[in-house]
């Protein structure tokens, strides 16, 4: 590994400080379980590596009682999973945080370093694009906000500035009657990463589906949304049917590619089921 500096601010305006100086050349440390590997193969070569573990706002988590959630991007997968805030009204968050990688790795793993590393399969984004959740920038003009379902540009690759950083993660409250979940398949069951994610959140209102959101995992260089999915079922009774009318319009959405783990064949027919399972649970849970 090439030698670099290390700092360690204890305040965001520090933090924002040594990016605007030194920003091209530095890299965020949060949990280290993606950002370690890339340094020792060599893949990325900062000179500066700036350590979050003392900066608190982004350490936290608040809200949760129908006020919205506020997720501090440097909350460990491990906190999301036990969250009672999280796993209340956001459980599909609580559920993709527990299947990241291990117990070791969830103790260290964030969330901000799963949405800022950009993988496709990264577990932790289609829960909280469903969720319509929002990302908070903070840069040398101050913060800025961008909708999660447009804080990817491709293969590991965000809107985020080389001087700029996430914050928190904003998700407005899903109201009665919501409910959703997150489902991944790996050819392992632990360790391993999705060959296809897919998150769906559906809200009720007098048994009809009022809003229904619908992301994949995967199934192209960034997270995707399945909109004709979703219109499908906005307005209408959730039947069986239409669940499964559902599940085939978000196939359509699904560009993926073959690789060795996985066929193209193979991701379509993932995505078909993995909607059709999540938008069951998701009506389920939204009717209680
Ligand atoms: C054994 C193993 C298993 C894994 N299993 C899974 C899995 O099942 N699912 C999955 O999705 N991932 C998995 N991962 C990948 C990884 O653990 C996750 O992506 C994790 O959430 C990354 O978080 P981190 O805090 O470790 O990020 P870091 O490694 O610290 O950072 C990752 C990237 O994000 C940047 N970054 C971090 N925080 C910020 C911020 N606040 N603002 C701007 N940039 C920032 C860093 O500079 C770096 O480029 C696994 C990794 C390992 C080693």
Known sequence: ???????????????????????????????GTDLLPQMKNGVIKPSLVVDLSGVARVRQIHGGNGQGLRIGAAVTARELEVSPAVRGAYLAIAESAALVGSLQVRNLATVGGNLCNAAPSADMAPPL??????????????????????FFSGVRETVLAPNEMLVELSVPSPGAHSGGQYLRHTPRRELDIAVVGVASQLTLEN???VKARIALASVAPTPVRATAAERA?????????????????????AQP???????????RHLVRVLTRRTLVTARERASH
């Open 1 to 31: 590994m090439r030698r670099f500096d290390l700092v360690l601010p204890n305040s965001l305006e520090d933090c924002v400080k040594i990016l605007a100086e030194r920003g091209d050349r530095a890299k965020l440390l949060a949990g």
């Open 129 to 150: 694009v469903t969720l319509e959740a929002e990302a908070v920038i903070a840069g040398p003009k101050g913060e800025r906000r961008v909708p999660m379902a447009q």
């Open 207 to 209: 048994g009809r589906c």
């Open 233 to 253: 079922l906005e307005g209408q009774t959730v039947t069986p049917e239409l669940i499964e009318r559902a599940a085939g319009l978000a196939v359509d959405a």
């Open 257 to 267: 590619i073959d690789d060795q783990r996985g066929s193209i064949e193979f991701r």
